[in-house]
């Protein structure tokens, strides 16, 4: 065993630090900032507490004990070096994952905060994952009372600790239907879920799945598959994909992993084919990217070669940047070939590569990229954000199917952050996108000009963990939550009848003095993490709403008029047509069986036997019309989707919408 050795100190302020081979003898470190000589250590970190899975061979071992409840930050920033670290409590033989972190930091360093119990000892353990080569990292503690003025038009964030939460990937989405983000992680063997509650208030789930085939290690997803009312959920790995299919009550999850190698890096969730049913999506580093086709079933066939047919392919986004209602592929990439990829839905099962004539298709090295129409005018823009490369590409949307290239000046120029998640968010309410990545959350000036604010949390799953209308980040094993401004919001959330479960793929827009606003439901988002589904919206002073539009994937259209500001509201699919159909019904009521309906569509109620009705679509449009036989009709010839009947009897006029499968 060797013996520790003494700290030196060095005149400019950095502890050249010997790091111990073991666990059992982790060199015991205060807040400081420390020069680590080689990563050679002959006992290798496990388990393991951050992304990208196994490959170290050698550790460096250090233990850290705080005097009082806190938060730390440990960072290897200032080291500009490509690392790995992992954060355990318990005794040496027995260590359990508290923290870890690798490549949130800027240009791949490693950076992760989290709360530590005054007296307990945390062994803080780097890996040669990357390089053995030498480093600094820092280790500070985050003092309560310590408070940064923001500068003018941003917000301040606050640390809250996640009691029960433990795992290295995570996710801020509603599991359960209520329509209140969760904090969800996951570790091989385990689905941890801390549920929000009405009233501030939390309960822990831990749901033991047995060890996955295919841990997220790399990506998370999430969606309701089967449409049962609980999201599942779908992990990434270098080996192939696992999904996790929720039960019927949301009380426990089955394995379902696909064969095949599929070096896996962002999945989403999305209905490519557009037939209400909700479809997974994989990019794959090393070949073709990958999709699972939903049958309807819940049963995902393996699909490959229409969505870019290279390597290299690491962030995937789905966005409908044509405004034709399907959902196009965008695809940032890296490595083997870095030529990034935009495949146009042609509505049609196919998909056409338009990336070089849209001025996507150069070697901008990137692992994920934020759409978000920057500039609210019905169109979505596109930041394709650094990884390694030198400079970031903002992209505006002409609203003709082109784009022009407008980073000079927009003060994406000159920002020098990099970092492998970029996503857009409304984080200050003021009715315009933010972008956040590369160490800063870059605020939207309204004007396609940003400003950064460098002292904002880092990026990480994205949702509203207390229901005040302002949007937190999960960081590691704490939140950060955003303490607001006097600026109103919305929240729209979505259930899909016709369409998917989750309405993933609709465009939802908001219209009040300030403008327009629209917002898609996507499943993945940024490059790894799984932020909600929910769609908010920032309002700035705008005390009224005119109008919320949801254009759903099927092609239905909702409409609800002048909601309430500062709260959330839930629209079905289907029932606030825009059809012009009022959706209140006379007597005499009626009940029309089997909904959703194949052949011949049953009325019950008062005796209607031989009363005239007529059908009307989503449009409006008249497409039947005739007398019922013995209270039934035949819809057998109608095409799938929603319609109304409208059904004249004893001088009265009633409605009932129906699904036609």
């Known amino acids: 065993m060797k013996k520790t050795l003494l700290l030196l100190l060095c005149s400019a302020g950095i502890t050249v630090a010997k790091a111990q081979n073991t666990c059992a003898t982790a060199l015991p470190i205060v807040p400081g900032t420390y020069a680590v000589n080689y990563v050679a250590g002959s006992e290798v970190p496990l388990p393991i507490c951050s992304q990208y899975g196994p490959g170290a061979t050698m550790g460096a071992w250090f233990s850290y004990t705080s005097a009082l409840d806190t938060a730390v930050t440990v960072s290897t920033e200032a080291s500009g070096l490509d690392t790995r670290f992992h954060v355990y409590t318990g005794g040496c033989g027995a260590l359990q994952c508290h923290a870890g972190d690798d490549d949130s930091g800027a240009g791949l360093t490693s950076l992760a905060s989290f709360n530590v119990t005054a007296g307990v000892t945390y062994i803080i353990a780097f890996d040669n994952k990357w390089n053995s080569a030498s480093f600094n990292f820092t280790l500070s503690e985050v003092m309560p009372e310590i408070v940064i003025p923001p500068a ?70 999430a969606g309701d598959i089967d449409g049962n009312g609980f999201n599942d959920l779908q992990y990434g790995q270098n080996g192939g994909v696992t999904f996790m299919l929720a039960n019927a009550t949301g009380t426990g999850y089955i394995e379902q992993s696909p064969p095949g190698y599929i070096f896996s890096q962002r999945g989403n969730m ?31 066939s393996f699909q490959q070669g229409q969505f870019g047919t290279t390597c290299g392919n690491y962030g995937s986004i789905w966005v409908d940047y044509d405004n034709d209602g399907d959902m196009d592929l965008f695809v940032a990439k890296c490595g083997c070939d870095p030529v990034d990829i935009l495949m146009r839905n042609n509505g049609d099962g196919t998909f056409t ?74 984080f200050n309410n003021d009715g315009y996108l933010d972008i956040i990545g590369g160490g800063a959350i870059m605020y939207n000036n309204g004007d396609f000009t940003f400003s950064p604010d460098d002292t904002a949390p880092y990026n990480g799953p994205i949702g509203d963990l207390n229901n005040d209308g302002f949007l937190d980040i999960i960081n590691g094993s704490t939140a950060k939550m955003n303490q607001g401004n006097d600026n109103h919001w919305l929240t729209v959330n979505l259930v899909g009848t016709v369409s998917n479960r989750n309405g993933i793929g609709a465009r939802v827009r908001v219209t009040s003095a300030l403008g327009s606003q629209i917002r898609e439901i996507r499943s993945g988002d940024g490059f790894k993490y799984m932020s909600s589904l929910n769609a908010h919206f920032g309002l700035g002073s705008d005390s009224t709403i005119a109008q919320v539009r949801v254009q759903w994937p099927s092609g239905i259209v909702d409409i609800v008029s002048e909601p309430l500001v500062d709260g959330s509201i839930t629209i079905r699919e289907g029932e606030t047509l825009s059809t012009g159909i009022s959706n209140n019904t006379d007597e005499p009521s009626f009940g029309v069986f089997p909904n959703p309906v194949r052949d011949v569509l049953a009325v019950s109620g008062p005796d209607m036997r031989n009363s005239p009705y007529s059908i009307m679509d989503v449009t409006g449009k008249s497409v039947m019309a005739g007398h019922l036989s013995n209270s039934k009709v035949d819809v057998s010839g109608l095409t799938e989707g929603l319609y109304v009947i409208i059904i004249q009897a004893d001088g009265g006029r009633a409605q009932q919408r129906f699904v036609k499968q």
């Open 353 to 426: 590569s338009v990336a070089a004539a849209l001025g996507f298709a150069d070697n901008h090295q990137s692992w994920s990229s934020a759409w978000g129409d920057f500039d609210n005018d019905g169109d979505m823009d596109a930041l394709v954000g650094s990884s390694s490369s030198s400079y970031h590409k903002l992209m505006r949307n002409n609203g003709d199917g082109t784009f022009t290239n407008i980073t000079a000046g927009s003060g994406f120029d000159g920002f020098g952050g990099q970092s492998i998640e970029w996503n857009t968010r409304d």
């Open 270 to 300: 999305v209905d490519i084919n557009n037939d209400g049913n909700l479809d997974a999506f994989m990019c794959h580093d090393v070949d073709a990217n990958v999709a699972f086709m939903n049958d309807g079933t819940g049963t995902l």
């Open 152 to 221: 003018e038009g941003t917000v301040t964030f606050t640390t809250m600790g996640l009691p029960g939460i433990s795992g290295t990937t995570f996710a801020a989405v509603d599991m359960n239907g209520d329509f209140l983000d969760d904090v969800v992680s996951v570790t091989s063997s385990n689905i941890n879920i801390l549920r929000q509650m009405p009233g501030d208030d939390w309960e822990v789930h831990n749901y033991f799945t047995g060890v996955v085939q295919h841990p997220a290690s790399w990506s998370l997803a």
